[in-house]
C-alpha cells in the first residue's frame, strides 16, 4: 500500500473576484511526515490548508488524499465524505470559526458524535483530549469567554477527539504567551512520534527547527519556491529576506546608523 497521503499536481486556486492565490504547486506528502509551509502573508499558506482539507477544490489541477481524487463530487457521498472526516483535521488560525458550542465540552464532543462514535466512546476522548490538553477546568465554559491561548487549545482538543490520522495546523503558535506556544510544540512533536502526519502553516521561524523535518516555502508568485531541511532554508538569510521573511532594522548608536536583520518575532535590540 502507498504510503503517499496527499499528492498535487499543478494545482491552481483564485478565490472569487480576487488574484490567484496559488499557481502550479506540485506537492507529494508521505505518512508521518512533519512539514513546515512558510512565506510572506498572500502567499498562499492558508489556501493550501484548505485545499488539504477539502473546504475548497482546484480550479485546476488534481488534489488526491490516499489515493483518490479529492474533489466536491467525492464530497457527496456521505460515506466518502465520512472516511475523510475521520482522517484529515484542519486547526484554523481563528479558534472562533471551530468553535460555535453553547460550551467548550460540547465543541470537542462535536465532531465525533458527527462522524458516529458512541456517547460512552465520545465520553472517553473527551475525557482524554481535556487531560492531555490541560483545559478539564474549561470544560463547562462558554468558549467565546476565554483568552486566545485557551481558544486555541480547545480548537486542536476538538480535532483530537477525532484521532485523525493528518493534523493541519494555521499559524498554531500566533499571539500566544511562551507556555501556551511550548504546550503546543509538545502536542505537535508528540502527535508526530504518534505516526501522525503533520503539516504547519507559521510566520514563526524559531518553531520550525521542532516541528519540520522538511520545509517548503511559498513565494509571491504562488509556488513553491524552495524546499529543504529547516537548518539549510533558515541559514540562507538573502533568500529569507527577498522572499520578506526577515526584515532590516534601522536604528541609530553613537550618531551612526546601524542595520540589523532580524526574524520574525525575533527582538530588536
Known amino acids: 500500500m502507498s504510503d503517499i497521503v496527499f499528492e498535487l499536481t499543478e494545482v491552481h486556486y483564485s478565490y472569487p473576484g480576487k488574484f490567484p492565490a496559488l499557481c502550479g504547486i506540485d506537492l507529494t506528502v508521505r505518512s508521518g511526515e512533519k512539514i513546515a509551509v ?6 498562499g499558506k492558508s489556501t493550501l490548508l484548505q ?7 482546484p480550479h485546476k489541477g488534481q488534489v488526491s488524499a490516499f489515493g483518490e481524487r479529492l474533489s466536491e463530487w467525492a464530497h457527496t457521498d456521505e460515506n466518502a465524505a465520512h472516511r475523510f ?11 472562533d470559526i471551530q ?3 453553547p460550551s467548550v465540552k460540547e465543541d470537542i464532543a462535536f ?4 462522524l458516529g462514535f458512541s456517547t460512552k466512546e ?5 475525557l482524554e483530549v481535556s487531560g492531555v490538553l490541560d483545559i478539564r477546568h474549561l470544560l463547562d465554559r462558554v468558549p467565546h469567554q476565554l483568552s ?24 498554531p503558535t500566533a499571539g500566544l504567551d511562551p507556555s501556551t506556544v511550548r504546550h503546543i510544540i509538545d502536542f505537535i512533536v508528540e502527535a508526530n512520534l504518534r505516526g501522525k502526519t503533520i503539516i504547519t502553516a507559521t510566520h514563526d521561524l524559531h518553531i520550525i527547527g521542532e516541528i519540520a523535518d522538511t520545509v517548503y516555502v511559498f513565494g509571491r508568485n ?6 529543504g531541511a529547516p537548518e539549510s532554508v533558515l541559514s540562507d538569510r538573502s533568500f529569507l529576506e527577498a522572499n520578506n521573511l526577515v526584515h532590516i532594522h534601522r536604528h541609530h548608536h553613537n550618531s551612526k546608523e546601524h542595520l540589523h536583520q532580524h526574524m520574525p518575532l525575533e527582538p530588536h535590540e
Open 51 to 57: 485545499l488539504l482539507d477539502g473546504l475548497i477544490f
Open 85 to 95: 472526516r475521520k482522517r484529515v483535521g484542519l486547526v484554523f488560525q481563528n479558534a
Open 38 to 43: 512558510i512565506g510572506a502573508n498572500g502567499t
Open 111 to 114: 465532531g465525533p458524535l458527527q
Open 99 to 101: 468553535l460555535f458550542c
Open 148 to 171: 486566545i491561548g485557551e481558544k486555541r487549545r480547545v480548537a486542536i482538543a476538538s480535532v483530537l477527539a477525532i484521532d485523525p490520522d493528518v493534523y493541519l495546523f494555521d499559524e
Open 122 to 126: 465520545v465520553e472517553r476522548r473527551l
Open 222 to 227: 504562488k509556488q513553491i519556491v524552495r524546499e
